[in-house]
């Protein structure tokens, strides 16, 4: 089950869920004061060999802005 990382504005914390792939599009409510999240962008790390490699920057991130296409 994937890892889905959220932003709650009403109490301005970053929070992660796991869930079902069915449910992805689905809200994310924040275990702290149970605001409706809004899904972020989140970062993966990638196997190599016997190694993880985590990313080599932080995952940009827009909180609170829709980003027109």
Sequence with gaps: MPIYEYYCPKCDKEFELMRPIS???????????????????SCCASKVDFYIRPPSKAPFRVRGKTINK
Excluded: W
């Design 23 to 41: 449910q992805c599009d689905s809200p994310g409510f924040c275990p702290t004061c149970g605001g409706k999240g809004e899904k972020l962008v």
